[in-house]
């Protein structure tokens, strides 16, 4: 309308204009008339940016707290959903930003996996090669494991499941979630609760010796504690007459029947695996993979994986290829033990006998401890 209205006044005064005055004046009078109906909000967006402008606002504004102007109005399948504004609550979200319900994404990142209870736990028993065994089968790709001992089943039941979930590595719907706890085994209350936690869960229990744990144990402890009693002072209630004290936690760890008996009233025995400590030294890959078989992996971690530390008297993982050196256990692994009464030891060989035959007898295997 405004350049009919300006026509019609330069009109009376067209017979003195040029033919090229009259172009130029068409031109310019065109030229205001585009800019009229169209504009330059309108060019940008159809030929710069794809994302409308009011998209834009609404994006940004979620984040700076600016609100969409009433002029901007989104088609339904233009309105963005993903936008942080979607997570406040509803009496904090400003009225005005347009907010559409979606389904909560599941936890984590499907890339890289969730975090799950464990589908088994290696929990037992101390000293006796579980931190081996859990360092070996967690190079099978198939396995992912806490890095530390949780003692959630033990010392911090009281935080819940989801705290102990948190605790947890990712793992992919594929991969088995792992952890170890060996105080686990001769805690009373332990069975009950992994019980009520998932029944299918499979464990695992590394045995060793129980006169030779017993040592292992009191030389740990000794090296933290350099005043500690002899250890003859701390098994014997009365040496000379063969009276063992269970009481001291290094030789009733080695009451493998009694505990065992407590984990059967909840786990049937096909649902738990006994590792020997012993052949874990001689024979790790035979070790793992009888392990693999019973966590239903396929074998990948075999006797190429391995190497013997004849320093440490102890097998190690050998040199990966994107690592410049070997893998062994730490320096509390495979310390030599301190030497004790050969008497003392007979002793307890003779003590702990019947309850290795009764053990033997429960799991259906002969470890040779004679």
Request: charged share 25%; with cysteine.
């Amino acid at each position: 309308m405004a350049c009919v209205l300006l026509f019609s006044r330069l009109h009376p005064f067209s017979h003195r204009l040029t033919r090229t005055s009259i172009c130029l004046l068409s031109l310019f009078l065109s030229y205001l008339c585009y800019c009229a109906l169209f504009p330059v909000d309108t060019i940008m967006h159809k030929s710069g940016d794809p994302t409308p402008s009011c998209q834009r606002v609404l994006a940004d504004g979620a984040k700076r707290g600016i609100q969409k102007t009433p002029s901007c109005v989104l088609p339904l399948d233009a309105r963005p959903i993903n936008v942080e504004v979607s997570r406040l609550k509803s009496d904090q979200r400003p009225p005005s930003i347009l907010h559409i319900d979606t389904p909560s994404p599941p936890m984590g990142n499907l890339k890289f996996g969730n975090k799950k209870l464990p589908n088994a736990i290696i929990v037992g028993v101390k000293k006796g090669g579980t931190r081996a065994v859990l360092e070996f089968i967690r190079i099978h790709p198939d396995v992912r494991a806490a890095g530390t001992e949780t003692h959630f089943f033990d010392r911090n039941y009281d935080r819940g499941l989801e705290w102990y979930r948190g605790l947890m590595p990712r793992t992919l719907e594929s991969q088995i979630t792992m952890e170890k706890t060996p105080s686990y085994f001769v805690t009373k209350e332990t069975p009950h609760r992994i019980s009520a936690m998932s029944r299918d869960t499979k464990l695992i229990v590394v045995v060793r010796d129980p006169v030779t744990r017993a040592i292992s144990d009191y030389t740990q402890t000794l090296t933290k504690s350099p005043d500690l009693p002899s250890f003859q002072d701390l098994a014997f209630r009365n040496q000379s007459l063969g009276i063992v004290d269970t009481s001291w936690n290094a030789i009733r760890i080695g009451l493998y029947a009694l505990h065992l008996e407590n984990w059967l009233r909840y786990f049937p025995l096909a649902q738990i695996h006994f590792v020997s400590g012993e052949r874990l030294i001689t024979d790790p890959a035979g070790e793992l993979a009888r392990v693999q078989d019973f966590l239903g992996l396929k074998r990948i971690v075999t006797d190429k994986h391995f190497y013997f530390n004849r320093t440490k008297g102890f097998p190690c993982l050998k040199k990966p290829e994107s690592s410049g050196s070997p893998r062994c256990l730490g320096k509390s692994k495979g310390r030599t033990h301190v030497q004790i009464d050969r008497d003392a030891i007979e002793q307890l060989r003779d003590f702990y006998r019947p309850y290795n035959i009764k053990f033997y007898e429960m799991v259906g295997h002969d470890f040779k401890w004679e």
